[in-house]
Nanobody, 121 residues
Framework: QVQMVESGGGLVQAGGSLRLSCAAS??????LGWFRQAPGKEREFVAA????????LYVDSVRGRFIISRDNAKNTAFLQMNSLSPEDTAVYYC????????????????WGQGTQVTVSS
């Protein structure tokens, strides 16, 4: 079983930055990442990283603005979100899987409770 602890999020003005973190325990916690869902919109993949190799995957809309990184020793992933815009407002969900990063939600068996990110204009 995987245990997850999410932190970060909050309210920021457009152009600002926020950092999310997700710590996961368990033998299958090899790839950590985030999805997001805004009100009235479908769930969207954001980024994911393999804890061992560092291989990362991003959705095009955040590439160059968001940076995902990891701390191997703590089995923790971080999502540094820069140049935030109101379109980034959503609940961000940490996800975990045992294989390589994937942009498909159905590939992730473990989901966190989510953290709100709100970007004001």
């Amino acid at each position: 079983q995987v245990q997850m602890v999410e932190s970060g999020g909050g309210l920021v003005q457009a152009g600002g930055s926020l950092r999310l973190s997700c710590a996961a325990s368990g033998p299958t916690a090899r790839t950590l990442g985030w999805f997001r869902q805004a009100p009235g919109k479908e769930r969207e993949f954001v980024a994911a990283i393999n804890i061992n190799s560092g291989a990362a995957l991003y959705v095009d809309s955040v590439r160059g603005r968001f940076i995902i990184s990891r701390d191997n020793a703590k089995n923790t992933a971080f999502l540094q979100m820069n140049s935030l815009s109101p379109e980034d407002t959503a609940v961000y969900y940490c996800v975990v899987r045992g294989e390589v990063p994937s942009p498909y939600g159905d590939d992730y068996p473990y989901w966190g409770q989510g953290t709100q990110v709100t970007v004001s204009s």
